[in-house]
């Protein structure tokens, strides 16, 4: 008798398992990353004259900013976009772009059409910098404190409602 309640609890488990998983939000992947320190790295600047020094997350210490990851060739960079231009137009925090294996001529004719909201950016070609950062793909955007502690992170386009129902309060949260 008590083994037909086997399958039945085996059952009830696995239900169990089923609806904790449908509460929870899919694009809130886990990050080992945050409440760590930023990777470090050293990248060619976009927009820098040749022989310009390379960007570094150090050059960042004592600020609160954004490392908001993209390309040319990301279609959801393209919904995200506006949105990074009116940030960039309140000027409340430094935007910084990671432009995440792309051609450097494509990301400049793609900053020409669409407006260019980052302070800088620094290029990461080969996608190493995008790996040390645990980047699933773009566009993504992290959080950086002064300390240079990543403190959220953001998978896929931030949107009106994401910039004002979470990176806006993060931002001012971390700021003082």
């Known amino acids: 008798m008590k083994k037909a309640f ?3 609890a085996i059952f009830l488990v ?3 398992f ?3 998983g449908l509460g929870r939000d899919p694009k809130e992947l886990p990050s ?9 790295f050293s990248a060619t600047q976009l927009l820098a004259p ?34 990074l231009m009116q940030m960039a137009k309140d000027g409340q925090f430094v935007l910084v772009g990671l432009n995440y294996k792309d051609k450097p001529e494509d990301a400049l004719k793609w900053l020409s059409k669409h407006g260019n909201p980052y302070q800088l950016i620094a290029t990461d070609p ?5 790996i040390d950062y645990g980047v699933y793909g773009v566009p ?27 990176v806006l309060p993060r931002l001012k949260e971390i700021a003082q």
């Not at 080992?32 to 470090?40: E, G, R, S, V, Y």
């Not at 040749?50 to 919904?79: E, R, T, Y």
């Not at 993504?140 to 979470?166: A, F, M, Q, V, W």
């Open 140 to 166: 993504e955007s992290y959080i950086i404190d002064k300390n240079g502690t990543i403190r959220d992170k953001i998978i896929g386009p931030i949107t009106e409602n994401i910039l004002t129902d979470r």
């Open 50 to 83: 040749a022989g310009a020094p390379a960007f570094s997350p150090a050059d960042m210490k004592g600020k609160v900013w954004i490392l908001n990851v993209f390309a040319s060739w990301c279609v959801a960079c393209q919904v995200e976009h506006p949105v």
């Open 18 to 20: 089923l609806v904790a």
């Open 14 to 16: 696995l239900v169990g």
């Open 126 to 130: 080969d996608g190493r910098i995008g």
């Open 32 to 40: 080992q990353f945050i409440n760590k320190p930023a990777p470090l």
């Open 6 to 8: 086997i399958p039945l």
